[in-house]
């Protein structure tokens, strides 16, 4: 059974760089043919997708970010990446990495991390 | 982008009632569209996905349907479990896009 967990420091500050891991257990990243999605939730609001990788490594990401994201996979290590740049407050939220096939809804998810933008 | 816009944003109810949930669509789009559950501390959970299929061990009781622009949730004789906040999602185009979220709360 696939599982995810996220990873990466809890606090982050304004104008810096946001990273975050998804080590990937109970399955392989690149033969799966899988998407590997990030999405976050700001505190007490809803969901936002952020982007994500194909096993292939191909993104899409959500245009509303796509200049400050960048998310990769790491193979050797069956783990995916999240990368944010010039983070705000406005980017302090829960954020969760999920596991989708294409044309799928997210049925696997991480129990999410918390970070916090804040000097 | 596929704009989804989910009513009511609450929802106030008893053990035992029916509830419907509407997402709407910003353009007419295929069935791609998941419905998620969500408890306070934890990650959605998915109970629906191509509109109106049921997810593995997802009770009976959770219904889906609807297509082109409009979709619902049903959920029938509403259980103490079922107290949380419910999402829609479309993975028909990127970026995916989510509603605002219903929060099913106790009357």
Not at chain 2, 6 to 22: F, K, N, Y
Request: glycine share 8%; with cysteine.
């Amino acid at each position: 059974q696939l599982q995810l967990q996220e990873s990466g420091p809890g606090l982050a500050k304004p104008s810096e760089t946001l990273s975050l891991k998804c080590t990937v257990s109970g399955g392989s990243i690149s033969s799966s043919g899988s998407y590997w999605d990030w999405i976050r939730q700001p505190p007490g609001k809803g969901l936002e997708w952020i982007g994500n990788v194909f096993y292939s490594g191909s993104t899409n990401y959500n245009p509303s970010l796509k200049s400050r994201v960048t998310i990769s996979v790491d193979t050797s290590k069956n783990q995916f990446s999240l990368r944010l740049t010039s983070v705000t407050a406005a980017d302090t939220a829960v954020y969760y990495c999920a596991a989708r096939k294409p044309n799928a809804a997210v049925n696997c998810w991480g129990q999410g991390a918390l970070v916090t933008v804040s000097s | 982008d596929i704009q989804m816009t989910q009513s009511p944003s609450t929802l106030s109810a008893v053990v035992g009632d029916r509830v419907t949930i509407t997402c709407r669509a910003s353009q007419s789009m295929s069935s791609w569209l998941a419905w998620y559950q969500q408890k306070p501390g934890k990650a959605p959970k998915l109970l629906i996905y191509k509109a109106s299929s049921l997810e593995s061990g997802v009770p009976s009781r959770f219904r889906g349907s609807g297509f082109g622009t409009e979709f619902t949730l049903t959920i029938n004789s509403l259980q103490p479990d079922d107290f949380a906040t419910y999402y829609c999602q479309q993975y028909d185009s990127f970026p995916l896009t989510f509603g605002g979220g219903t929060k099913v709360e106790i009357k």
